[in-house]
């Protein structure tokens, strides 16, 4: 949903291990989303995305869940990398919203050997 | 794949210069272009929405006449931080949709502005 401007939480795994970071968006209209990776000093890189007709998608390593009855969405990290450490934002947008994308507050994702 | 350019990646400016940050689409038509500005351990805020030939869409609280953003082509948009104050400082992004593909925001590599 809209940035409020809050510190990023946290989350470390175990590399190896599976990650699942989360997202509460507030537009119950939005009708498409995305996950980003952001990387210090970097913009955010496209991972996966998802539109409203679905509740799941699934990429390399990567799979997004949408639930549209709590606004949730999740993006789950299979088998985590050192390279997987980075910030993870969900962003999203809706049809009548002038194609702005809005992005969540973002979590930071800590990948320990 | 498409690719965004923004330039430059860091700036240093005076209090009360200006300062111009560039953001091309090298190989694909952007008919609309995102500010965002991010501070440290923040999230992504949109800043405006601008549309190649018409005037930019600020979103609430952002000054338009501070933040002055030009789309004069499906390549090119600019943002000038206009009598920059220390306070501008912080890491501006921009976003590229892409003309003709559904939904297809490719981002540029940010620029990191710092006013002193």
């Known amino acids: 949903g809209e940035s409020v401007g809050l510190h990023l939480p946290t989350l470390s795994v175990q590399e190896g291990d599976n990650s699942i970071i989360n997202c509460a968006y507030s537009?119950?209209?939005?009708?498409?989303f995305i996950w980003y990776k952001q990387e210090s000093g970097k913009g955010p890189q496209f991972i996966i995305d998802?539109?409203?007709?679905?509740d799941k998608r699934q990429g390399q390593r990567v799979t997004v869940l949408l639930n549209k009855t709590v606004k949730h969405l999740s993006l789950q990290i299979a088998a985590t990398q050192p390279g997987d450490s980075a910030v993870y934002f969900c962003a999203e947008t809706w049809d009548q919203g002038a194609q702005k994308l809005v992005f969540g507050q973002g979590t930071r994702l800590t990948i320990n050997p | 794949g498409a690719v965004v350019s923004q330039h430059p990646s860091r700036v240093i400016c005076k209090s009360g210069t200006s300062v111009k940050i560039e953001c091309r689409s090298l190989d694909f038509q952007a008919t609309t272009m995102f500010w965002y500005r991010q501070f440290p351990k923040k999230s992504l805020m949109l800043m405006a929405t601008s549309n190649e030939g018409s005037k930019a869409t600020y979103e609430q609280g952002v000054e338009k006449d501070k933040f002055l953003i030009n789309h004069a082509s499906l390549t090119l948009s600019t943002l000038t931080v206009t009598s920059a104050h220390p306070e501008d400082s912080s890491f501006y992004i921009c976003?590229?949709?892409?003309?003709?593909?559904?939904?297809?925001?490719?981002f540029g590599s940010g620029t990191r502005l710092t006013v002193v």
């Open positions: 537009n119950s209209a939005s009708d498409y």
């Open positions: 998802i539109r409203s007709n679905m």
């Open positions: 976003s590229a949709r892409a003309q003709g593909i559904n939904y297809g925001y490719t």
